[in-house]
């Protein structure tokens, strides 16, 4: 059996898991750099029976799967990968399997956006190294409004982090509740609200078709000269060329982003022309907590998978469909 591991971008996965549990005679290939042309990610994957991918790095609809003939196993960091086509995995009779994960990486990578932006971190551990000393004065954040867009797991989070920081702490989600705002310690107001008043807004929804483009030109517009705002979520949420708008015009202090339309992010990209962002490449979740869960949970997974009883199994169905690839 091979194994492939993805876009293991930092060269860790190696050391963050003990491979020598796996079946013997397994092979495991660890690729550092990442693929996004379809034709040469089958050809690299032709003849592996296994792959497992980082959410969501490298993709895997349809038009891939079905052209992987010798795929198997599919497996995800953490329980879902919205860029995994996990129905045509069913159809195709490709297990698709999930690994768990482990700490609080995106809530207190927030913060260290929200943190580095008002105080200006970046800027003076350069200008500092260079031989200026004090050359920014920081905003501090008692006192000020965080407006949190979805209080989920992570944006419960952020919103606890925010309490005790003596912020005042609003949301909006299109499903959010009164009471569940009150639960969170944050007070339930509508979308313009949101942005007009708060002096952080912090994205924390799921991507999906009706999120896709939550955040655009009329929101933006709305948020005040001073504020900042924060995405750690998923790129396509926010309209980029609304929000490379108001950062070229200033109209808001600056933007913290650790996620993109396009990742790895392109060498051209606006985004990093910028003085006012803040910028990190998609590492919410890359702790070494999370990697090492990511990483045991695939070992874990392939050895239930040659077992005959795969476990933490994302389309279940497939466990009832006859295997359409010439399983023995």
Same mark, same amino acid.
């Given at each position: ?93 490709? $297990?698709?399997? *999930?690994? /768990?994960?482990? %700490?609080?990486?995106?809530?207190? =990578?927030?913060? +260290?956006? #929200? ?19 004090? $050359?920014?004065? *920081?905003? /501090?954040?008692? %006192?000020?409004?965080?407006?949190? =867009?979805?209080? +989920?797991? #992570? ?174």
């Amino acid at each position: 059996m091979k194994v492939a591991i993805l876009d293991d971008y930092q060269s860790v996965a190696a050391s963050m898991a003990d491979w020598s549990r796996l079946p013997p005679g397994t092979q495991v290939e660890f690729f550092h750099d990442h693929l996004a042309d379809p034709n040469k990610l089958v050809e690299r994957l032709k003849g592996f029976q296994v792959v497992m991918g980082m959410r969501e790095r490298t993709p895997f609809p349809r038009a891939v799967l079905a052209r992987l003939l010798e795929l198997r196993l599919l497996i995800t960091s953490g329980g879902r990968n919205a860029s995994f086509d996990t129905e045509a995995a069913t159809e195709l009779g490709i $297990t698709v399997c *999930g690994t /768990g994960g482990a %700490g609080e990486g995106p809530t207190e =990578l927030t913060w +260290g956006l #929200i943190l580095g932006l008002a105080r200006q971190i970046p800027q003076e551990d350069q200008r500092t190294r260079q031989g200026q000393w004090g $050359t920014t004065v *920081g905003v /501090g954040m008692h %006192g000020k409004t965080l407006g949190l =867009l979805g209080l +989920g797991h #992570i944006g419960s989070q952020v919103a606890r982090v925010g309490n005790a920081l003596d912020m005042n702490v609003i949301a909006w989600s299109q499903n959010l509740t009164a009471q569940r705002a009150a639960e969170c310690q944050a007070t339930l107001v509508d979308k313009d609200t949101l942005f007009r008043d708060a002096d952080v807004v912090s994205i924390h929804v799921r991507l999906s078709p009706r999120t896709r483009g939550l955040v655009g030109a009329h929101e933006l517009a709305l948020m005040k000269p001073t504020a900042y705002f924060v995405n750690i979520s998923r790129g396509p949420i926010v309209d980029e060329k609304a929000l490379l708008d108001v950062l070229r015009r200033k109209a808001i202090a600056g933007a913290g982003i650790d996620t993109f339309d396009i990742e790895p992010l392109p060498k051209d990209h606006p985004f990093l022309t910028l003085s006012n962002t803040l910028l990190t490449p998609h590492v919410g979740y890359v702790t070494e907590e999370a990697y090492r869960a990511y990483y045991t949970g695939t070992v874990d997974c392939v050895r239930a998978f040659a077992s005959g009883e795969p476990i933490r199994v994302v389309n279940t169905e497939v466990l009832n469909t006859p295997q359409l690839r010439g399983a023995e």
